[in-house]
């Protein structure tokens, strides 16, 4: 079994910065990837960014390339995204999710909301 409690989310300026947190106890299973995905209004949920645990190997969307930086704290245990440069688009609930596989998203979080004042 896999928790993820996620924090960090509030209002911001467009421009400003955030940095989302997701805390991740895991009992008798191994982490393959963590990593966010975010839903705005009437949108579906959607990738942003992963890290891998093996290598640290990160992938993003071509949206928050060169603006969000995904990473690991060296207990391995927390997973940040900082959030720089953000723009009113980047307003969504973010959720902190964890695969098992390469090929799975096997966990969520409960979501933390970002917003992106104008």
């Known amino acids: 079994q896999v928790q993820l409690v996620e924090s960090g989310g509030g209002l911001v300026q467009a421009g400003g910065s955030l940095r989302l947190s997701c805390a991740a106890s895991?009992?008798?299973?191994?982490?393959?990837?963590t990593g966010w995905f975010r839903q705005a209004p009437g949108k579906e949920r959607e990738f942003v960014a992963r890290?891998?645990?093996?290598?640290?190997?990160?992938y993003y969307t071509d949206s928050v390339k060169g603006r969000f930086t995904i990473s690991r704290d060296n207990a391995g245990n927390t997973v940040y995204l900082q959030m720089n440069s953000l723009k009113p688009e980047d307003t969504a609930v973010y959720y902190c999710?964890?695969?098992?596989?390469?090929?799975?998203?096997?966990?969520w979080g409960r979501g933390t909301q970002v917003t992106v004042a104008s």
């Open positions: 890290i891998i645990w093996s290598n640290d190997r990160t």
């Open positions: 999710t964890a695969g098992l596989s390469v090929l799975t998203y096997d966990y």
């Open positions: 895991a009992r008798a299973v191994s982490i393959y990837t």
